[in-house]
């Protein structure tokens, strides 16, 4: 079974930084493509960033310049560096990994999520 586990969420004060983690666990062979989401209450649910296997990055608008993801393939971790938050950086952050396995299956899956609030 594939599981990916987010962390590093927690409350922080504008201008600050934290980083997100989201590793994943089981059978993996390799970890094709990652990306991080976030929704808001009443908000529907947006990409933050996105990472391919090639290593091509993408971020949403209201991120860039400030936000910034990566990946570690030997620990099958992805991270999100975020700089600069903003109270309206406020949400649940998710994982999305596509995951090959070490029986080739392919599998597209989320983490739990993990809370960041951006007060003073």
């Known amino acids: 079974q594939v599981q990916l586990v987010e962390s590093g969420g927690g409350l922080v004060q504008p201008g600050g930084s934290l980083k997100l983690s989201c590793a994943a666990s089981?059978?993996?062979?390799?970890?094709?493509?990652g990306g991080w989401y976030r929704q808001a209450p009443g908000k529907q649910r947006e990409l933050v960033a996105a990472l391919t296997n090639g290593g091509s990055t993408n971020y949403a608008d209201s991120v860039k310049g400030r936000f910034t993801i990566s990946r570690d393939n030997a620990k099958k971790t992805v991270y999100l560096q975020m700089n600069s938050l903003k109270p309206e950086d406020t949400a649940v952050y998710l994982c999305?990994?596509?995951?090959?396995?070490?029986?080739?299956?392919?599998?597209?899956?989320w983490g739990q999520g993990t809370q960041v609030t951006v007060s003073s």
């Open positions: 089981g059978s993996i062979y390799r970890l094709d493509a």
């Open positions: 999305n990994a596509a995951i090959t396995t070490t029986t080739l299956t392919k599998y597209n899956t």
